[in-house]
């Protein structure tokens, strides 16, 4: 992936951003809902500052999103969006907690 940067984020940019975000989370969605693509979110700019661990912020990011998808997803997985190659962090599954 190349670094170069297509956003126009600063270091008091708050909202969320698929280049400047730190963790990218993928709800994979229960399989009744197949055509329907999993929903992908990064966290807000704001938190990546506020939290310094990857946990603790992917805590807060599902905190928030889960209620958006409550019962439709069966897995969770969290990606490093800021690492070379996007490693994945952590997944969780439905009704287990980080
Ligand atoms: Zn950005």
């Known amino acids: 992936m190349s670094a170069k940067k297509s956003?126009?984020?600063?270091s008091k940019t708050r909202n969320a951003c698929g280049n400047c975000s730190r963790l990218?989370?993928?709800f994979l969605m229960d399989f009744e809902l197949g055509?329907?693509?999993n929903p992908v979110y990064y966290s807000f700019q704001a938190e990546d500052?506020?939290?310094k661990d990857d946990k603790v912020l992917a805590?807060?990011?599902f905190e928030r999103l889960s209620k958006?998808?409550?019962g439709r997803y069966h897995k969770i997985e969290v990606y490093d969006n800021q690492a070379?190659?996007?490693p994945k962090l952590l997944e969780f599954k439905k009704n287990e907690t980080l």
């Open 7 to 10: 956003c126009k984020c600063t």
């Open 59 to 61: 805590e807060q990011m």
């Open 24 to 26: 990218r989370m993928v």
């Open 68 to 70: 958006l998808h409550r």
């Open 84 to 86: 070379s190659g996007k």
């Open 35 to 37: 055509s329907i693509q």
């Open 49 to 51: 500052r506020k939290y």
